[in-house]
């Protein structure tokens, strides 16, 4: 039983980490309605970024704020440069176009600060808690629990940015409808720029945390791949989805991982997340959180 | 002048109904098969024929069996790689456990069953569309490859999982040089291409156009919708087995799963949004830049380090040559979003016309 709560508690601190990543996913589908593939390379643009700033000596807020303006100017730009002449165009097309942003960030981060893996250090060691493993025999990393805490943060600043602020109203509002949304004032252009920013410094958390658990090197790239699964269960509209998305996928995945995968041969956590997501969508096709589609002739 | 249709008159439905009824077209078509049949085998070197047109002819098969999915049918999917492995590790043990079986044979065999798996990863296509089928889809691309691994079964258990495609012999006659390797695949998919023209010109084909452009449409004016779109699924990854098997037989030879990662199914992808989305040529097209560009961006930088006699490292001109080739997919998508087969077209249409500007 223990063993069991252990593998849970390891499987949902897992999902948190999953989740981190799939929130930068839905906040940019949310107001654009474009599937962003270039997150993962952004997460590893942003932890490369902040780790070799780190390396070089600079001081540790200097170089969050520095690459925190850094993603600010990425996001910035990827709208100018990619999204702007690409407005009307289908959502296949915005899609291949960040595939396309995929392989520039991935050389540019490389180019500028090199392909050699680096370790990250936030202060917070990886290590179980002594209490809980004294007194019940369980092992949950002190580093997970930090990474949760950071996680629901990042949950609750977001929930109130889109329901309390002025920006968030005007955000939904586009996600809604570009076409009312302009027609009643609201700038796209300055929109996409701000979500795009606020994507890239959810990519900086995402990157920091997955930095510290498996040093910041290109394999961080393909924590999208492990995001997709969670966001296609939570739905991709929504913000708590991730959330409860990345729990479930995290928490199943460990568990089959330890339960299922002696009985196949393992290595099943390549693909088992998909097909979880997968059953869950032949219930549900919009996800368990996303926005019902009424299609009209 | 030189292209146009004025005085081509139809006088039965037959030629009314030919794949190509413009007879410039016919032409072209004939002179282009004659040119890649003909005259490349003799210009063409040993490298040439092996590093580069073959395998841009088996890319262009798998392209256009995604773009039959994609493009005609509008389902996307990024599992293009997983069906191509289906074919090429099927079309092995075919020929490792079926006696005296022919090559072709084996080849239908990895694409029957790669269309069987296209199938089955096809039936989520019933109840989700869009992205999510995308990323379904990805389901299909990790749980194959982890299959391939696992299953001793496929590689004919060999300990690291990579076989060795065997010899091809045509009735009777080995093919152990390139160019009877490029013969072979050009045959094949000559043949695949003109019978997916075709076949898109069919009711099979009108009806994958109706589920793409609006499938609530589609199924009110009586179009079965489970039968189109698994069709659609089954069919292209047959294309895409039959170019798996061609890509392990007549290219790679020595085959190891990982051959197939989820960057060949983006490769493909590339080359049919290059390309065109829904153009038989445009696969063609794509799958001729795609793999032209990195040799050309290769070109380039030797010529870069010899003009200024400077040696590049290494690392630096990989991530140049990323950056260059990300770059090109945003300029192509937001100078022609519809492909290298809409300026194709816009040509034709131009010459129409010429030397007249209306």
Same mark, same amino acid.
């Given at each position: ?78 709208? %100018? ?70 996680? $629901? ?145 | ?24 077209? %016919? ?69 490792? %456990? ?31 569309? $869009? ?37 091809i012999v045509i009735l009777g006659y080995p093919v152990k040089h390139a160019m009877g390797k490029y013969l072979l695949t050009l045959s094949i998919v000559a043949v695949m291409a003109l019978a997916a023209k075709n076949l898109m010109r069919s009711e099979t084909g009108r009806a994958f156009m109706a589920v793409r452009d609006m499938d609530v449409a589609a199924a009110v004016v009586g179009i079965p919708m489970m039968r189109t779109k698994l069709l ?28 197939f990662t989820l960057d060949l199914s983006f490769r493909v992808l590339f080359m049919i949004i290059i390309g065109g989305v829904g153009s038989i040529l445009g696969s063609f097209l794509g799958a001729a830049f795609i793999t032209l560009f990195p040799i050309f961006l290769n070109l380039a930088s030797k010529a870069i380090e010899d003009a200024f006699s400077v040696e590049l490292p290494h690392a630096m001109v990989s991530n140049l040559e990323a950056i260059?080739? $990300? ?9 022609e979003p519809n492909g290298l087969a809409r300026l194709w077209q816009i040509t034709k249409e131009k010459l129409r016309l010429w030397p007249f500007p209306h």
């Amino acid at each position: 039983m223990n063993f069991f709560l252990e593998v849970l508690a390891g499987g949902l601190l897992a999902g948190v980490m999953y989740a981190l990543v799939a929130l930068g996913f839905v906040l940019i589908y949310k107001a654009s309605g474009v599937f962003n593939f270039a997150q993962g390379s952004m997460v590893f643009f942003a932890a490369l970024t902040f780790v070799s700033l780190t390396e070089r000596g600079w001081n540790f807020w200097l170089a969050l704020a520095v690459t925190l303006a850094a993603m600010v100017v990425l996001g910035m730009l990827t709208e %100018r440069i990619v999204l702007r002449p690409l407005i009307n165009q289908p959502p296949i097309t915005l899609f291949m176009a960040t595939i396309g942003l995929t392989f520039v960030l991935e050389g540019l981060s490389q180019l500028l600060f090199g392909s050699q893996p680096h370790g990250l250090e936030l202060g917070i060691p990886d290590v179980p808690i002594e209490w809980l493993s004294e007194k019940w025999n369980v092992n949950i990393s002190q580093f997970d629990l930090f990474a949760a805490f950071v996680a $629901g943060l990042l949950v609750v600043v977001l929930a109130v940015l889109f329901q309390k602020t002025r920006i968030g109203r005007a955000l939904r509002a586009v996600a809604d409808d570009h076409q009312a949304a302009l027609a009643v004032g609201i700038p796209l252009q300055h929109i996409w720029t701000i979500v795009w920013a606020v994507a890239g410094c959810v990519a900086l958390v995402a990157g920091l945390m997955w930095g510290v658990r498996n040093g910041v090197q290109y394999a961080l790239t393909f924590t999208a791949l492990k995001a997709l699964p969670v966001l296609i269960l939570g739905g991709f509209e929504s913000i708590a989805g991730a959330i409860i998305g990345g729990l479930i996928i995290g928490a199943s995945e460990k568990l089959a991982e330890v339960y299922i995968g002696p009985m196949v041969g393992g290595g099943i956590e390549s693909w088992f997340a998909y097909v979880v997501a997968l059953l869950f969508l032949l219930v549900r096709p919009e996800g368990l959180f996303g926005e019902k589609h009424i299609d009209r002739v | 002048m030189l292209y146009r249709e004025a005085g081509q008159f139809k006088s039965t439905y037959g030629q009314d109904q030919q794949i190509f009824p413009i007879a410039q077209d %016919r032409v072209a078509i004939f002179a282009l098969l004659a040119f890649a049949f003909v005259v490349v085998p003799i210009i063409g070197n040993q490298y040439w024929l092996a590093a580069i047109l073959t395998p841009f002819l088996i890319l262009a098969l798998a392209a256009l069996g995604l773009n039959i999915l994609t493009g005609y049918a509008g389902q996307l999917s990024l599992g293009t790689a997983a069906f191509m492995a289906v074919g090429a590790f099927m079309a092995y043990n075919a020929m490792l %456990r079926i006696p005296h079986i022919p090559i072709i044979g084996a080849f239908a065999i990895g694409g029957l069953c790669a269309a069987a798996v296209g199938v089955v990863f096809g039936l989520p296509s019933l109840r989700i569309k $869009g992205f999510y089928l995308a990323v379904a889809t990805l389901a299909c691309q990790f749980f194959v490859l982890w299959a391939i691994n696992r299953i001793g079964w496929l590689s004919n258990y060999s300990s690291s999982g990579v076989i060795s495609a065997q010899e091809i012999v045509i009735l009777g006659y080995p093919v152990k040089h390139a160019m009877g390797k490029y013969l072979l695949t050009l045959s094949i998919v000559a043949v695949m291409a003109l019978a997916a023209k075709n076949l898109m010109r069919s009711e099979t084909g009108r009806a994958f156009m109706a589920v793409r452009d609006m499938d609530v449409a589609a199924a009110v004016v009586g179009i079965p919708m489970m039968r189109t779109k698994l069709l659609a699924f089954a069919i292209s990854s047959f294309y895409c087995g039959v170019a798996g098997a061609l890509y392990a037989f007549c290219y790679l030879g020595t085959v190891e799963p990982e051959a197939f990662t989820l960057d060949l199914s983006f490769r493909v992808l590339f080359m049919i949004i290059i390309g065109g989305v829904g153009s038989i040529l445009g696969s063609f097209l794509g799958a001729a830049f795609i793999t032209l560009f990195p040799i050309f961006l290769n070109l380039a930088s030797k010529a870069i380090e010899d003009a200024f006699s400077v040696e590049l490292p290494h690392a630096m001109v990989s991530n140049l040559e990323a950056i260059i080739f $990300g770059g090109l997919i945003i300029f192509f998508l937001i100078v022609e979003p519809n492909g290298l087969a809409r300026l194709w077209q816009i040509t034709k249409e131009k010459l129409r016309l010429w030397p007249f500007p209306h």
